[in-house]
Nanobody, 111 residues
Framework: VQLAESGGGLVQAGGSLRLTCSASLSSATMGWYRQAPGKQREMVALMSGGGTIVYADSVKGRFTISRDKAMKTVYLQMSRLEVEDTAVYYC?????????WGQGTQVTVSS
């Protein structure tokens, strides 16, 4: 499985970005994680079969995860970005019992 993220960049606090993850295979379970310098990787938003969505408390109300009907592309719309959102954002897809990761895309939020 190959995953490719795009859409990261530099944005001012309060701004918006949209991340895209394109997968070589479809999957009902896809999500976004992030890792800031010196910190552990954490879940940001996860979408599973049936459309169940889970968000980290820190992004609720600001970020929205969605996917296409083919379940090969997942998006993360990020609004009202904060400096604390600065991190490398990774896409993850589950195939059976295996998890696959993209290479990550940097999001930097300046004050």
């Amino acid at each position: 499985v190959q995953l490719a993220e795009s859409g990261g960049g530099l944005v001012q606090a309060g701004g918006s970005l949209r991340l895209t993850c394109s997968a070589s295979l479809s999957s009902a379970t896809m999500g976004w994680y992030r890792q800031a310098p010196g910190k552990q990787r954490e879940m940001v938003a996860l979408m599973s079969g049936g459309g169940t969505i889970v968000y980290a408390d820190s992004v609720k109300g600001r970020f929205t995860i969605s996917r296409d009907k083919a379940m090969k592309t997942v998006y993360l719309q990020m609004s009202r970005l904060e400096v604390e959102d600065t991190a490398v954002y990774y896409c993850k897809q589950r195939q059976g019992t295996a998890d696959y990761w993209g290479q990550g895309t940097q999001v930097t939020v300046s004050s």
